[in-house]
């Protein structure tokens, strides 16, 4: 479940100690943006230091490299793969050959380490037109793509508009960040709210990734998390449908029934999936077996 | 009859000061504050020593009172609370005599009854009449409510107002009245309007605080405290503040209609009374512009006197009707005593204040703190110094949980009933010192004694050494 | 590793320590400012020293002024202060 990814300075000691607690679902430790360049070495050091010995609790970890259009890119991976982060996620992702060159040299560090090859996955950050464009062909490029993760504002610069709260510039990026990403069968992550203020304006803009299909959102501020969190976690309704569904389904294996139908529509296999998703989420959130109760 | 002097010096002298007296000043105008420098300045001009200054509280502006100890003017200290800038010099033995420390309503008790004597009260007033009917919430240096002023009014031997705003007679809003005034003075300027109050009073941003603060509101609704006739006190920032905004939430979503917000008061209290989240607010001291102006317009504003607000010895007090405070803390102990009056090191950053008199007559006390400051674990094996003792601290919120104090074991059935974080005490002891490292333990480097805590009853609750 | 020159790592913020390093003739000598002493002020020294050692530097003067850093913070500025102090031309 990633509802929440939140980004981390990898250079400032006061974030990094305290990220676990911010009630995000991922964490993004940044050595590319964050970081001004004369501090990369510093921040590097820093990030392997704290992964090897802080506790950050249920959060996920991803570490944001530099591009693999810079010096620094293989000097991260060098330092920070020996503490097995969950994921790498490379920036300005443009086309396939990115992803597998970045892939090959994965293979090349987990086996120098010792680590399962294989295990450490991939979160491409698409923020070029170029990479938009090529989404689907990202997105099956290696099988550690875990997900697409879309960055407005680099893309908009790229595109040579305005970046804006209500997004119509970012919007064909987004629907075809989904696309691509379901056909390839993995996931995809809106690009943050950057007002750290504007609660509201950060409501509408998660409400319209969620009505989108995306996963879930990056959040560059620990105010934000809670919103997102919300947004994307099923709302009683949804977990009651849900729940009717499995009942549903279990009501008529007992009568031996075949066609199944809810509420006046039929139950296919997508609906299911939906509902057990839905459940899945919703018991990790609450600490309660929502499956237990439709058997 | 003519109470106006022409000068500070005239005032002191007609006062009838002596070598060995003690005097009085009220902490209204607080880090803003001239009146004590300028008293004191005249005193020493005159020649007049060892006094003992009871001042409701001291802040760095007051650092001129350094050199006057240095001096021999002043050989007595005592307050409720003493800020580092002074604290720290104390803390390394610069008075001779152990310091007074007590709570803001141990002093009006005993100033009232007769335990704590004052020759002169100095009052500083932000507006006057030259007969000494005055108030604090007028003047260009108002600073709202006089609380902490009433006991040395009412009781001292002789009682000097001090005003850079002189207003005609009869001033028609009077705090103080003109029956307890024996002289008025007029000067250029009482004290710095930017030091007196903040011009906004701001929410925190820290996301570790507002957490805190989110947990708290959580476990006061969980309480069972927050219903029609809610009473609430909140310190004035940080995340103690943050708790009220929350609070505010649950109350406006729920229209919830509360009794009385308590305090040391801010434009948030304000927001909320003026939301209808209150009836009434009980202020013994303004912290902002907001405050300052809603005592003066708003008729739910209520001053209220140091004795009202939390005196042990009085019929009631605002305090003993308290159902929420909340409060902070900078080191609290597995049987949940608080210190307030010291870091880490022992050395003196604070006092009570109102801490130990609210958090013992309020039905349910919380405590909210991160869990470590850089480095420094909050929760410890045993305070430096006993500020609040734990029989009147009920639970302590921090980032990683809600510790109750043992002695409440329905307030715990009810946080774990509100499926709330609640960790044993001794735990988030353990997490912090896993989080920071073994520590070494702390060293005293003196047995000498530079502060005496009293407790609200009068009787010694503990001491406080001396550091290098 | 040898110090070839002066380098500093880390900041004077909270929960931070800013490490300086430099060449020093003979031995290694730590000065340490922190708003820990009395509690962490030994171990700090000690996880300078150790660090130190787990880089090979024999010569070296340290200095640090820390506001709370913990372990890992400590051993990462150290760290890398060291390495920089250490390259051959300074850093581009």
């Known amino acids: 479940m990633r509802r929440t990814m939140l980004f981390l300075p990898s250079n400032n000691p006061n974030m990094i100690c305290n990220g676990g607690l911010l009630g995000a679902d991922s964490l993004i430790f940044d050595l590319e943006d964050a970081v001004a360049p004369d501090q990369k070495d510093a921040a590097r050091e820093l990030l392997k230091n704290a992964l090897g010995s802080l506790n950050f609790g249920k959060c996920e970890i991803i570490v944001r490299i530099n591009g693999l259009d810079t010096p620094y890119w293989e000097e991260d991976l060098e330092y920070i793969l020996p503490l097995k982060p969950d994921m790498i996620m490379p920036p300005k992702v443009s086309g396939g050959d990115y992803i597998r060159t970045l892939d090959q040299k994965l293979t090349e560090l987990e086996a120098k380490f010792g680590i399962p090859v294989g295990s450490t996955k991939i979160l491409a950050l698409l923020e070029t037109a170029q990479g938009v464009e090529n989404a689907y062909e990202i997105a099956r490029a290696s099988k550690r793509m875990m997900g697409l993760f879309l960055g407005a504002e680099d893309l908009s610069a790229d595109l040579r508009c305005k970046r804006t709260k209500e997004g119509s510039e970012i919007l064909y990026a987004r629907g075809r960040l989904v696309c691509a990403a379901r056909a390839a069968g993995i996931e995809v992550y809106d690009t943050p709210f950057t007002d750290v203020q504007d609660l509201d304006g950060l409501e509408k803009d998660a409400q319209f990734a969620k009505g989108l299909g995306f996963s879930g959102k990056a959040c560059i501020s620990p105010a934000h998390v809670d919103t997102v969190n919300r947004v994307f976690s099923p709302t009683p309704a949804d977990i009651q449908y849900a729940k009717d569904v499995f009942a549903v389904i279990a009501e008529a294996k007992r009568l031996g029934k075949g066609a199944i139908s809810l509420r006046g529509k039929m139950i296919d296999a997508p609906i299911v999936q939906r509902a057990r998703l839905v459940l899945e989420a919703a018991s990790e959130i609450e600490g309660v077996d929502y499956f237990a109760e439709t058997v | ?468 | 590793m040898d110090i070839k020159r002066e380098a500093m790592a880390g900041t004077l913020e909270s929960s931070d320590i800013c490490v300086t390093v430099q060449p020093a003739a003979e031995g290694i000598r730590i000065d340490l400012n922190s708003t820990v002493e009395n509690y962490y002020g030994d171990s700090i020294r000690e996880t300078i020293g150790a660090v130190l050692q787990e880089l090979g530097v024999r010569n070296a003067l340290v200095s640090a002024v820390d506001h709370g850093a913990l372990d890992c913070t400590i051993r990462a500025r150290v760290t890398t202060a060291v390495k920089r102090a250490s390259r051959e031309e300074p850093q581009k």
């Open chain 2, 1 to 468: 009859m003519r109470k106006l002097c022409n000068s500070l010096k005239e005032a002191i002298e007609k006062s009838g000061l002596r070598d060995g007296m003690t005097i009085s000043f009220h902490h209204h105008l607080r880090n803003g504050d001239y009146v004590l420098n300028m008293v004191l300045e005249e005193i020493a001009a005159l020649g007049i020593k060892d006094l003992t200054v009871n001042a409701s509280s001291l802040f760095d502006c007051h650092e001129p009172l350094l050199g006057h100890i240095e001096n021999g003017v002043v050989t007595g200290l005592e307050t409720d609370y003493m800020s580092s800038g002074i604290g720290g010099p104390i803390s390394r033995g610069v008075l001779a005599k152990p310091v007074v420390f007590r709570s803001h309503g141990a002093r009006p008790a005993q100033i009232l009854d007769g335990t704590s004597h004052i020759d002169v009260a100095f009052v500083a007033a932000p507006a006057s009449d030259p007969m000494g009917n005055c108030s604090g919430k007028y003047g260009p240096s108002a600073c709202g409510s006089l609380g902490y002023a009433f006991p040395d009014a009412m009781k001292a031997d002789k009682v000097v107002v001090v005003t850079d705003d002189l207003m005609d007679y009869p001033l028609t809003d009077a705090s103080i009245t003109e029956d307890y005034v024996d002289y008025v003075v007029k000067v250029d300027a009482i004290g710095n309007p930017k030091g007196i109050v903040s011009g906004t009073t701001r929410m925190p941003k820290d996301p570790i605080a507002l957490k805190i603060a989110e947990l708290a509101a959580q476990a006061i609704d969980a309480s069972g405290l927050l219903k029609d006739g809610f009473s609430f006190q909140t310190g004035a920032g940080g995340a103690s503040l943050a708790v009220a905004d929350y609070v505010k939430r649950i109350m406006l979503k729920r229209n919830i209609k509360g009794s009385f917000a308590l305090g040391g008061i801010t434009g948030y209290m304000v927001d909320m009374l003026e939301a209808g989240c209150f009836q009434a607010i009980q202020d013994v001291q303004c912290f902002d512009l907001q405050a300052v102006q809603s005592i003066r317009e708003d008729p739910r504003h209520m001053e209220i006197t140091a004795a009202q607000y939390a005196s042990p010895k009085a019929k009631s007090s605002a305090a003993s009707n308290l159902d929420v405070v909340v409060l902070g803390a900078t080191e609290i102990d597995t049987n949940f005593n608080v210190n307030v009056h010291t870091d880490s090191n022992g050395c003196i950053i604070g006092g009570s204040g109102g801490h130990t008199d609210v958090a013992e007559e309020a039905k349910l006390t919380v405590i909210v703190a991160p869990l470590s400051r850089a480095r420094m674990s909050i929760v410890v094996d045993k305070v430096l110094t006993v500020s609040t003792p734990g029989s009147s601290v009920d639970m302590l919120v921090t980032q990683y949980g809600i510790a109750v104090n043992p002695a409440r074991p329905d307030l715990e059935a009810a946080m774990k009933a509100a499926r709330l974080p609640v960790k044993d005490i001794r735990q988030l002891r353990d997490m912090a010192v896993a989080l920071n490292g073994p520590a070494k333990p702390y060293a005293r480097t003196s047995d000498r004694v530079v502060a005496n805590v009293l407790a609200r009853d009068g009787s010694l609750q503990d001491v406080i050494y001396q550091v290098k």
